[in-house]
């Protein structure tokens, strides 16, 4: 069936919505593209302020038939429309049906559970691709292992462990809050603390559990060369790499047999260390009580909302990811982007994933709910690449 668009980006009137629109250059890759949403008067303004021929749909994320109807109309579609859980979901279920290309930024695990258990069998009998978690959760952690482990595959070794360490200076979008709130209201708490929550479903056993558990130590880290500090997005990020290997053991060529990954925030002290495990713990605090809630609705930013355009590029992004070999080598991986983690490299990482969607032929013929890692592994790095994102991995013993 022919398609009126090659791309859809939809949620396009949000804070990460505009910014992803000014960054997509479809047109002067002689493709087709419209941005869509739910109000028709911030549609066509954007529409104005990009100057573009770009199509305009109108439908409601909650409408299954509008929904269906903009699946139908496009070879790919791209999402910054959420909470994700109550604005993307009738949209991938229509995107499997139609056969459409998926990606987004969500962080919402257990919708992602949702979205395997539902979706994956058949979007992977019809080769769609389904692509969440391609912001800053989780592209950077899931391409970093996959960088480590292919190099110590170059060196004939297995990936044993990889550890990562994120430093960052970033703002809080509306949208972000509205996510963290809707989960801690919808979703079973359970969800959040299993470290395998995103396994293929025959590979969820108790030993597998046990064996990943997350590591929440502080303590000085030689080979990262910080104090490890729990990190806010770990408990996504981990999820998300261990998919991956896990997907990729199914084909016979996973990272290790006894791979494993634990993630971290950066830090210069102890006392640092627990500083932000407080503040993690109050956060969470917070976030478990209706009056927490009140408080961080009330005092944090509106949906729509997000930081300066002056906070946005005075941030920046860096991981480390440090694996060990089945011989002993230890691969240091590097990624740093001159840009807040939320936004700028966020958007980078969904646009480079979206365009590489709609040149799904020359993408691994893997299809199905898949991770950063999986659907594209080398092409989104070397895309990113292209574009301010740094990329080093080396031998350091
Ligand atoms: N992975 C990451 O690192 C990362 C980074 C940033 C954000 N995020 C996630 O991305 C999402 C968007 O963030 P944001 O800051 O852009 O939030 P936002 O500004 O609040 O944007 C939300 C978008 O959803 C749209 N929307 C709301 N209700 C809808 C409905 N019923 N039907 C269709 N569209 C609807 C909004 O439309 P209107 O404009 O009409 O209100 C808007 O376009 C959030 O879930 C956030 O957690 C992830």
Same mark, same amino acid.
């Not at 998919?243 to 047999?257: F, I, K, M, Q, V």
């Not at 993690?280 to 909302?305: H, N, Q, V, Y």
């Given at each position: 069936?022919?398609?009126?668009?090659? @791309?859809?980006?939809?949620?396009? +009137?949000?804070?990460?919505?505009?910014?992803?629109?000014?960054?997509?250059?479809?047109?002067?890759?002689?493709?087709?593209?419209?941005?869509?949403?739910?109000?028709? $008067?911030?549609?066509?303004?954007?529409?104005?302020?990009?100057?573009?021929?770009?199509?305009?749909?109108?439908?409601?994320?909650?409408?299954?038939?509008?929904?269906?109807?903009?699946?139908?109309?496009?070879?790919?579609?791209?999402?910054?429309?959420?909470?994700?859980? @109550?604005?993307?979901?009738?949209?991938?279920?229509?995107?499997?049906?139609?056969?459409?290309?998926?990606?987004?930024?969500?962080?919402?695990?257990?919708?992602?559970?949702?979205?395997?258990?539902?979706?994956?069998?058949?979007?992977?009998?019809?080769?769609?691709?389904?692509?969440?978690?391609?912001?800053?959760?989780?592209?950077?952690?899931?391409?970093?292992?996959?960088?480590?482990?292919?190099?110590?595959?170059?060196?004939?070794?297995? +990936?044993?462990?990889?550890?990562?360490?994120?430093?960052?200076?970033?703002?809080?979008?509306?949208?972000?809050?509205?996510?963290?709130?809707?989960?801690?209201?919808?979703?079973?708490?359970?969800?959040?603390?299993?470290?395998?929550?995103?396994?293929?479903? $025959?590979?969820? +056993?108790?030993?597998?559990?046990?064996?990943?558990?997350?590591?929440?130590?502080?303590?000085?880290?030689?080979?990262?060369?910080?104090?490890? %500090?729990?990190?806010?997005? %770990? %408990?996504?990020?981990?999820?998300?790499?261990?998919?991956?290997?896990?997907?990729?053991?199914?084909?016979?060529?996973?990272?290790?047999?006894?791979?494993?990954?634990?993630?971290? @925030?950066?830090?210069?002290?102890?006392?640092?260390?627990?500083?932000?495990?407080?503040?993690?713990?109050?956060?969470?605090?917070?976030?478990?009580?209706?009056?927490?809630?009140?408080?961080?609705?009330?005092?944090?930013?509106?949906?729509?909302?997000?930081?300066?355009?002056?906070?946005?590029?005075?941030?920046?992004?860096?991981?480390?990811?440090?694996?060990?070999?089945?011989?002993?080598?230890?691969? #240091?991986?590097?990624?740093?982007?001159?840009? $807040?983690?939320?936004?700028?490299?966020?958007?980078?990482?969904?646009?480079?994933?979206? @365009?590489?969607?709609?040149?799904?032929? #020359?993408?691994?013929?893997?299809?199905?709910?898949?991770?950063?890692?999986?659907?594209?592994?080398?092409?989104?790095? $070397?895309?990113?690449?292209?574009?301010?994102?740094?990329?080093?991995?080396?031998?350091?013993?």
């Amino acid at each position: 069936m022919s398609k009126t668009y090659d @791309l859809v980006l939809f949620g396009a +009137t949000g804070f990460t919505g505009v910014q992803a629109a000014h960054l997509f250059d479809v047109e002067a890759r002689g493709m087709s593209w419209a941005i869509a949403g739910r109000n028709r $008067d911030k549609l066509e303004s954007l529409k104005a302020e990009l100057d573009s021929d770009v199509g305009v749909i109108v439908a409601d994320g909650r409408d299954a038939a509008a929904m269906s109807e903009l699946a139908a109309s496009t070879r790919v579609v791209c999402s910054t429309a959420g909470p994700f859980a @109550l604005y993307s979901d009738a949209l991938v279920a229509a995107c499997v049906l139609h056969k459409a290309h998926y990606c987004d930024i969500t962080g919402e695990t257990p919708w992602v559970r949702r979205l395997i258990d539902a979706h994956h069998d058949k979007a992977e009998a019809d080769g769609t691709k389904i692509v969440p978690m391609c912001g800053f959760d989780s592209v950077p952690s899931d391409l970093g292992a996959w960088l480590v482990a292919h190099t110590l595959r170059e060196r004939d070794e297995q +990936t044993t462990t990889v550890r990562a360490a994120f430093k960052m200076k970033a703002g809080l979008n509306g949208g972000t809050l509205a996510s963290a709130l809707t989960s801690s209201v919808h979703e079973s708490p359970r969800a959040f603390i299993d470290p395998i929550l995103l396994h293929p479903a $025959d590979l969820r +056993t108790p030993a597998e559990r046990d064996r990943h558990q997350d590591d929440r130590k502080m303590a000085y880290d030689e080979a990262l060369g910080v104090v490890t %500090a729990p990190f806010v997005m %770990a %408990a996504v990020n981990t999820r998300v790499v261990r998919r991956s290997n896990a997907l990729l053991s199914e084909e016979g060529h996973g990272y290790g047999d006894s791979f494993s990954y634990q993630e971290f @925030l950066g830090v210069k002290s102890r006392r640092q260390a627990w500083l932000v495990a407080a503040g993690l713990g109050s956060l969470a605090g917070l976030l478990a009580t209706p009056p927490g809630r009140w408080l961080l609705k009330r005092f944090g930013p509106d949906p729509g909302e997000g930081p300066s355009d002056e906070q946005m590029d005075g941030g920046y992004t860096s991981a480390v990811h440090v694996g060990v070999g089945s011989k002993g080598t230890v691969v #240091k991986a590097k990624l740093t982007y001159p840009g $807040d983690p939320g936004n700028r490299a966020t958007l980078r990482f969904l646009v480079s994933a979206a @365009l590489l969607l709609c040149d799904a032929d #020359k993408l691994p013929k893997r299809a199905g709910v898949l991770t950063p890692a999986t659907a594209f592994g080398a092409s989104l790095m $070397d895309a990113l690449h292209a574009k301010d994102v740094s990329w080093t991995a080396e031998v350091v013993a």
